[in-house]
Nanobody, 114 residues
């Protein structure tokens, strides 16, 4: 079992930045490929970014390339999402999850005002 807890959501103006963090409790965090997903009101949950076990290989949805950066700290069981140059369309509940989607955090609300 892995329990995932996100922190760092909030309200930011367009063009601003936020950093989300996710702490993993339980089994060895470093054994999991990890990702961030988001769900906007009235829309399906979508992939945002993923990282491999080491953090050296990352993948992003086209909408956030060049603006968001996913990273991880295996020594402290943490996953991060640095979000820069944010846009109103980034408004969503953001979730930390294993890439397998077996384990999910509770989500954290991110709101970008125009």
């Amino acid at each position: 079992q892995v329990r995932l807890v996100e922190f760092g959501g909030g309200l930011v103006q367009a063009g601003g930045s936020l950093r989300l963090s996710c702490t993993a409790y339980g089994r060895t965090f470093s054994s999991y490929r990890m990702g961030w997903f988001r769900q906007a009101p009235g829309k399906e949950r979508e992939f945002v970014a993923t990282t491999d076990w080491s953090g050296s290989r990352t993948n992003y949805t086209d909408d956030v390339k060049g603006r968001f950066t996913i990273s991880r700290d295996n020594a402290n069981n943490k996953l991060y999402l640095q979000m820069n140059d944010m846009k109103p369309e980034d408004t969503a509940v953001y979730y930390c999850a294993t890439v397998s989607q077996e384990y999910w955090g509770q989500g954290t609300q991110v709101t970008v005002s125009s």
